[in-house]
């Protein structure tokens, strides 16, 4: 049983279009996250989840939308998509109010904006 | 601004000799690091960690070191098998109050290869 799924695995589109990206888990966990890996490698967080409420927004453009419609998935939908947006989404999840932060991961989605 | 820093992009081991991962930070507000390891078209496994309140971790063979003071951690991994051959993060968090839930900070990744 995959603990963190992502769909789709690869995603190409065209500049200006709408696509979104699924995320489910089911470790059981109440919160989830997005992250981003650019072309340079840098993995960074975008959004954070708990419990369906927007924890964490790290200054992402508002084309950028996450949707939790419960505990277990976390949507992100982006609109007009830009090159710039080229990279690998990856959605993670993991238990709040532990000092351990570990964050268990997804395979990843890669965006191609042509 | 990194606050998480990978200064070897790569590093090259033979097998059964020890490799040794290097991971520096900025914020002193990092309290608990992870170690992370990554194969091709999948996503960060979790590997190690260590509070701050510790200065060794051990699992198997991986140990994961932290010197406070100098803001420096290395992850040694002995002895290195080709299968360890992959990207390794090293990753913080800062508590904040109340105890809600942590971001973690990332480094750019140590592409590590073992060599039969």
């Known amino acids: 049983d995959t603990a963190v799924s992502q769909t789709p695995k690869y995603l190409v589109t065209q500049m200006g279009n709408d696509k979104s990206i699924k995320c489910e888990q089911n470790?059981?966990?109440?919160?989830m996250y997005w992250y981003k890996q650019d072309s340079k490698k840098f993995l960074k967080i975008m959004f954070s989840?708990?419990?369906?409420?927007?924890?964490i927004n790290e200054t992402v453009p508002n084309r950028f939308s996450p949707k939790s419609p419960d505990k277990a998935h976390l949507n992100l939908h982006i609109n007009s998509l830009e090159l710039g947006d080229s990279a690998v989404y990856f959605c993670?999840?993991?238990?709040?109010?532990?000092?351990?932060?570990?964050?268990?991961f997804g395979a990843g989605t890669r965006l191609s904006v042509l | 601004d990194q606050q998480v820093k990978q200064n070897s992009p790569s590093l090259s081991v033979q097998e059964g000799r020890i490799s040794i991962l290097n991971c520096d930070y900025t914020?002193?507000?990092?309290?608990?690091f992870l170690w992370y390891k990554k194969y091709p078209a999948e996503g960060p496994t979790f590997l190690i960690s260590i509070s701050s309140i510790k200065d060794k971790n051990e699992d198997g063979r991986f140990t994961v070191f932290l010197n406070k003071s100098a803001k420096h951690l290395s992850l040694h991994i002995v002895p290195s098998q080709p299968g360890d051959s992959a990207v390794y993060f090293c990753a913080a968090s800062a508590s904040k109050s109340g105890g809600s839930n942590y971001k973690l900070t990332f480094g750019k990744g140590t592409l590590l290869t073992v060599n039969p």
């Open positions: 993670a999840s993991s238990l709040a109010y532990q000092a351990k932060n570990i964050q268990y």
């Open positions: 470790l059981g966990h109440d919160t």
């Open positions: 989840y708990n419990n369906k409420e927007l924890i």
């Open positions: 914020n002193s507000m990092f309290d608990y």
